[in-house]
């Protein structure tokens, strides 16, 4: 049975909407990924397996590190992977929760999935069961600070959108300050973790990934009386400012390995 709550009522995942959102959201995050293979050191011939690939782009960079039939990409849908599919790429629809192993992995990555899904340390030990002897997982999962925004109104909206996540989808943005215990609890050695924040200055790919997020929330909160339409306003006004910069958004990255045979 699938653990993931609801993530198909909160986006449409076949929408050029989503499709949009989710291109600003590799904008911002496929340079700090890619610095992460380069850390671990991704090189030609290694198995690798995207998981929830969204929009693609990861596995694609993958695809040109390792030789497209190299990679796997899985997603609860796979609309917007097709084109992948088409350079070589296996794309798989795959809930990570519950479908079976994909393969054998020298690569496992997961990129802002894991907060969304429900019984999440399970999906790592599942994930971590599918590395080969010496492979590698790398998880980067994000949790919002509010409280560290410079403009109590941005704050709380942002806040508001986090809590209506975790109503709506069952979304944790605290499960990734838990890392990289999850990883070690899944039998990987040598885990280590850090975090990585972005700035979200006004009219930024980041910034305005932030406005197409609120507002599939927007509507909800307004309804539930936790935030006002002027507010959301007011929040996306500050967002779209150059002149306004905050950093209220943290990225956790954790590597972990399975212990060569
Ligand atoms: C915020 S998007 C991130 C997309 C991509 N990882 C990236 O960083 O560009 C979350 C993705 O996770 C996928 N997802 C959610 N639950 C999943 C599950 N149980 N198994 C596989 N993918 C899942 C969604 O369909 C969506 O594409």
Redesign the pocket.
Known sequence: M?E?LN?TSYVD?DSSTEHDR?TL??EV?DGASQELFDRVGVRPGWRCLE?????G??ARILADRVGPANVVA????TALLEPLAASGVRVLR????ADDAPGEFDLIH????LE??ARRDVAVRRMASWLAPGGVLLVESATPMPELSGDPVVGRALAAMAGHLGRSVGTDPRWARTLPLPLEEAGLVDCTAEGHVVPARGGSAFARWMIATHRLVEDDVVAEGAMSADEFAHAYRAYSDPAFVDYTWLTIRAVGYRAPR
């Not at 899985?74 to 849908?77: E, L, N």
């Not at 795959?94 to 929760?97: G, S």
């Open positions: 699938s993931t993530w995942t989710l959201l590799q995050f998981v929830g690939a969204g929009a782009s990861v899985t997603d609860m849908s795959h809930d990570v929760t997961s990129r802002l999935v969304h899904v």
